[in-house]
């Protein structure tokens, strides 16, 4: 019986370091890929790129929200903190984007951009800010 208990337990915790690994490198590749987006646009390192791709009026909302905004939080760009909370009107909620992210920056991304900056929270991706 303590053997199955164990072999139970042993193998739980290979699917979750599994499932942690999988959504890991899951979200590292969107980073990559959205980095690419935006440096086939602009030149410079990745997080000039993305500014530029934030900058850039004529990339849809939710393209800048999608691309830029994400990213730049997930790589913890300092550069782009000032700008993120620029463009923040204390709504954590994003209810007054709700619906309308075709014309208007999520505010529920920029405040999740913004946080993820702040903090120092390991599973960030600051290695990818190249």
Not at 100 to 129: F, M, T
Request: aromatic fraction near 6%.
């Amino acid at each position: 019986m303590k053997r199955i208990i164990i072999i139970i337990g042993a193998s739980l915790v290979f699917i979750f370091i599994c499932t942690v690994a999988i959504v890991m490198l899951s979200i590292n590749h969107g980073i990559k890929e959205r980095i690419s987006i935006a440096q086939e646009k602009y030149h410079g390192t990745a997080e000039d790129a993305l500014i530029a791709y934030l900058a850039d009026t004529t990339n849809s909302a939710r393209d800048r929200t999608d691309v830029a905004i994400w990213t730049l939080g997930q790589i913890q760009s300092q550069k782009a903190l000032p700008i993120l909370k620029e463009l923040y009107n204390s709504n954590p909620d994003g209810k007054t984007c709700r619906g309308s992210h075709d014309s208007v920056l999520c505010q529920y991304g920029i405040d999740k951009a913004i946080r993820a900056i702040e903090s120092k929270w390991w599973p960030l991706h600051p290695g990818l800010n190249k």
